[in-house]
Nanobody, 127 residues
Framework: QVQLVESGGGLVQPGGSLRLSCAAS????????IGWFRQAPGKEREGVSC????????YYADSVKGRFTISRNYAKNTVYLQMNSLKPEDTAVYYC????????????????????WGQGTQVTVSS
């Protein structure tokens, strides 16, 4: 069974950090681009960051550039999202998604590119 599982969410104060993980089971992530998305209450799901299946190309939404870093560990079949300098507006449910994209373009931040989705993990930034 193909499955993506996010973890690492929680409550953090403004300025704090969290690292989200996206672990795959039932398939290997080696040949998949991975995207991180988030959805705040009453808002559309938006792309946050994405990483290519190889080479390590990445894209970031303007709102998180310089604060978030996406990376992957092939041995652990896991992709990470390191989130630093968190702001209250980063509060959302964060989802990871996988797609067999041969090359990475800015469209990797769009939901329609992805076939497989995780169930999400809540991130709350509040004092």
């Amino acid at each position: 069974q193909v499955q993506l599982v996010e973890s690492g969410g929680g409550l953090v104060q403004p300025g704090g950090s969290l690292r989200l993980s996206c672990a795959a089971s039932g398939f290997t992530l080696d040949y998949y681009a991975i995207g991180w998305f988030r959805q705040a209450p009453g808002k559309e799901r938006e792309g946050v960051s994405c990483i290519s299946s190889s080479v390590g190309s990445t894209y970031y939404a303007d709102s998180v550039k310089g604060r978030f870093t996406i990376s992957r560990n092939y041995a652990k079949n896991t992709v990470y999202l390191q989130m630093n300098s968190l702001k209250p507006e980063d509060t959302a449910v964060y989802y990871c998604a996988a797609a067999p994209l041969p090359t990475l373009t800015p469209s990797c931040l769009q939901r329609y590119e992805y076939d497989h989705w995780g169930q999400g993990t809540q991130v709350t930034v509040s004092s």
